[in-house]
């Protein structure tokens, strides 16, 4: 029997972000495409990285930065890759934090319009 495990709510979010692997020191520079509290969708054309790789990601939203550790957690070959936040410091968590109550407040507000 699988257990169904809770999803966080995705947000559409598109930002800056550098994805750098932990072992190999190889960079990829692209964008995001939705965020959670735990992790986010990106955009990607040609991804080597295996399931599990660890690394460091960066992203730039509104002249904020967010960095913290990660992995892969699925990848969709030419189209784009999941990842899961593995280690975020209380200042990084913050920035995360703000940035999705942002996103939750447009939402609410575009639900009104449409109403």
Known sequence: MLVERPRARRHIFSAHLEL????????IVTRTRDLTLF???AEIKDCAWPVGTRVRVKITHKA???TAGARIVWVRKNTDLGV???DVTPKDQLILEKWIAELRGS???AHADSV
């Open 84 to 86: 899961a936040f593995t």
């Open 20 to 27: 750098l692997d932990v072992e190999s020191e190889t960079r």
């Open 39 to 41: 992790g986010f969708r």
């Open 64 to 66: 904020a930065n967010f």
């Open 107 to 109: 939402e609410v507000m």
